[in-house]
């Protein structure tokens, strides 16, 4: 009789080696792990990805130099192959030698089940799943780990409550839909708008919008202008203490005499007191945190960029010591509960006032898609167990988790005082001081107490109205904290707050897919950005630079708008997919529509053709040598330029780029047609001209 055994396959070595533990008295051989009923193997994050254009669409001379013949790409079936080295373009020998061991271990007779235990996510779902059916030649039953910690316990636990992997299915459809949707922007984009300029540049569905965000915000601040105007404040002293009170009303700089007429009309007036509240209040913590919130506050605090706390908050998941991070929930699931209660006991032997509660600010299945808001596990490290990094990681989950759950209320007393000012306006002042600390011990809390001043209801307040020069201020750059806040809901003007008490709509517009990235993804793309030289990190601000500039700047003017709107809609297009109403095959259609009229020839008039064509394009003779004049990077040059010709047209002129259409008609007539759309750069009004040839040079031709 032969045993069955059954084959987890985890998504990396570190996973297969907290598993194991789990399972417990499981032998080492050479790249898996076999005892108790189970082998256990690994890959090594993605053995597979998808093969290049050059295998639905090899160039005819068999050459893999880039070229515009065989784009756009959109493959009928896409395929998967081992993943190659990007220096060498072969298989590394270790992900071969893994992938046989895989193949070897699936097919064995006495397996007869095979477990997924990717990361509990869409990536970690697909990552398995390819694997299997590359390496599987029989069919056997499938089933699927899912992992929400590390920790001994609930790999015990989750092993006896596996589900089928069939039940995974739109998780798996999404991820397939996403990887192709990526690759088809990233390879067909990437490689026209490279052409096109001369220069690689990196076109991605979500990395263009996040380029561009930054780009515009910038642009903004250079090009502000600050404005003057004038408010009204009075800043008097009653019963020994200054107290400030500001108008409504404000006043350009051209109008300083109707201020100081408000100033008059004021001051001839008496401010009274006609309002006095006070009233104690029970202060509500933050909420647990998601991943973009927790790398908010690391980055804002303590400038932690958003690739270090992945990686951080990655390795103390791993070491089994919170759960799974790369959630987009500030909430726990109400079956949770259990779990909850364990936690909070080994908490409480820290020392820890905390207890359990059970409301919505905490459980809420309806704001959960597919994970619960990170927290610690019952598995509490020591402080020599963790890096620097990891336990400045781990105390701001903890620290918030202590908070959400402590048994001490935050009390303050909240005040309130109305002045009115001769019947003509109504000012209000309000304070709040902490009466009981409570959770505020435990975790930040930024507000400092505000103490009013010491008057009552019918008392006269001492004023005197001035008329106060103030600046309008710049945009501010975008920080980790705005950035993300940005990305999670790009719609949302980012001076609309969000309330506290309901977050409806934010989670609305996340489940939806309006957001750009997800919390798995945007934290690499930024990274990409970031290795690409199109945004730096200084400290926590982003800027642009001169790199991402040219991105964004070249793509408009090929008319590639890869903005917030399309990705949002592929975005929605994918979410569709997860929930089972859009096939991974909808999806794609959406992104081939798009990429396609990008390639689609438009015919332009020449007065407002902007089409520069392709680097090396051939566009006709030099006037000055005879030689060949092509699309260079930089516009359209003299082949004969060794020779010493150095006749060249700038691509763009005043801000308008020139087309090759027009550059033809320039070398064959001496003049181009009438082109609309230039910008004076000094005064930055707009003007038509033709440009015309004088002695080698290019003039305007009003």
């Known amino acids: 009789m032969v045993i069955k055994i059954k084959l987890i396959i985890a998504e990396k070595p570190s996973l297969a080696r907290n598993i194991a533990a789990g399972i417990g008295e499981m032998k080492r051989s050479n790249g898996y792990f076999e005892g108790q009923g189970y082998i256990l193997t690994w890959v090594f994050g993605h053995l597979f990805s998808l093969a290049d254009i050059d295998y639905y669409s090899p160039n005819p001379d068999g050459s893999k130099r880039w070229t515009t013949k065989n784009i756009p790409c959109f493959p009928e079936n896409f395929v998967f192959e081992l993943k190659k080295n990007p220096a060498t373009k072969d298989v590394d020998e270790g992900i071969r030698k893994q992938f046989e061991t895989i193949k070897s271990l699936i097919n ?10 990717g990361d509990a996510d869409r990536e970690g779902e697909i990552i398995v799943r390819i694997c299997v059916e590359h390496a599987l030649t029989s ?68 990395i263009v919008p996040i380029v561009k965000a930054i780009y515009d915000r910038d642009m ?43 100033c008059d009309k004021y001051n001839a007036s008496k401010a009274v007191v006609t309002a006095k509240k006070k009233k104690k209040d029970t202060l509500a913590p933050g909420k647990l945190y998601s991943l973009t919130k927790l790398q908010n506050v690391l980055g804002k605090k303590y400038k932690m960029s958003m690739d270090k706390s992945l990686k951080t908050v990655q390795d103390l998941y791993e070491k089994g010591y919170v759960t799974y991070p790369r959630t987009n929930s500030e909430y726990l699931a109400a079956a949770e509960q259990e779990k909850v ?10 020392g820890y006032p905390v207890e359990f509660k059970f409301n919505k600010t905490i459980f809420d299945d309806s704001k959960i898609e597919s994970h619960s808001a990170l927290t610690p596990t019952y598995k509490i490290p020591k402080k020599d167990d963790l890096t620097p990094d990891e336990f400045t990681v781990y105390s701001t989950i903890m620290r918030r988790f202590v908070a959400v759950f402590c048994s001490e209320d935050c009390i303050a007393e909240r005040s309130e005082l109305k002045i009115n000012v001769g019947g003509y306006e109504d000012f209000t002042l309000k304070g709040m001081i902490i009466v009981q600390p409570g959770w ?20 006269i307040v001492n004023i005197n109205f001035k008329p106060t020069e103030k600046e309008t201020s710049p945009p501010k750059h975008y920080t980790i904290e705005t950035l993300n806040n940005y990305l999670k809901n790009p719609f949302k003007d980012d001076k609309q707050k969000i309330s506290e008490d309901d977050d409806t ?18 934290t690499g793309i930024i990274d990409n950005a970031k290795k690409s030289g199109y945004i730096q990190l200084k400290k926590d601000v982003y800027t642009i630079l001169p790199d991402g500039e040219n991105l964004i700047e070249s793509l408009a003017r090929m008319n590639i708008s890869m903005d917030k709107y399309k990705t949002a809609e592929v975005g929605k297009a994918l979410k569709k997919v997860f929930h089972g109403t859009f096939t991974i095959k909808d999806s794609i259609g959406i992104a081939e529509d798009e990429i396609s009229a990008v390639f689609k020839k438009q015919e332009m008039k ?10 090396g394009e051939e566009i006709g003779s030099c006037p000055m040598c005879g030689g060949k004049i092509v699309r260079t990077a930089f516009g359209y040059g003299c082949t004969g330029y060794k020779e010493g010709c150095r006749f060249m047209i ?40 033709r440009l015309k040839l004088d002695n080698g040079k290019v003039v305007f031709d009003f």
């Open 440 to 459: 505020t011990k435990y975790d930040d809390y930024s507000k400092k107490d505000k103490i009013l001043p010491d008057i009552n209801k019918g008392d």
């Open 606 to 615: 020449p007065e407002i053709d902007t089409d520069d064509g392709f680097v």
């Open 650 to 689: 700038g691509n763009v002129i005043c801000n308008r780029v020139i087309s090759k259409s027009n550059v033809r008609q320039l070398l064959e007539t001496g003049r181009t047609f009438q082109i609309e759309g230039f910008i004076s750069p000094k005064k930055g009004t707009r003007f038509n001209a």
């Open 108 to 117: 064995r007779d006495d397996v007869d089940m095979i477990i997924n235990a």
């Open 341 to 350: 209660k364990k936690i909070l006991a080994s908490v409480a032997k820290l």
């Open 220 to 262: 903004s601040i250079r090009s502000f202008v600050p404005q003057i105007y004038y408010a009204v404040v009075s800043k008097a002293v009653t019963k020994g203490e200054e107290i400030e009170l500001t108008s409504k009303e404000k006043f350009d700089k051209n109008r300083l005499a109707h201020a100081q007429a408000l």
């Open 139 to 206: 069919k056997k039953e499938f089933k699927r780990l899912w992992l929400p910690d590390q920790t001994p316990e609930t790999i015990r636990s989750a092993l006896d409550e596996m589900k089928d992997e069939s039940e995974y299915e739109n998780l798996a459809n999404e991820g397939f839909a996403r990887t192709y949707i990526d690759w088809l922007y990233g390879v067909n984009l990437t490689r026209y708008a490279t052409l096109k300029t001369g220069k690689l540049l990196r076109v991605g569905r979500v």
């Open 505 to 522: 709509e934010e989670y609305k517009a996340v489940f939806e897919g309006l957001e750009l990235g997800t919390e798995a993804t945007r």
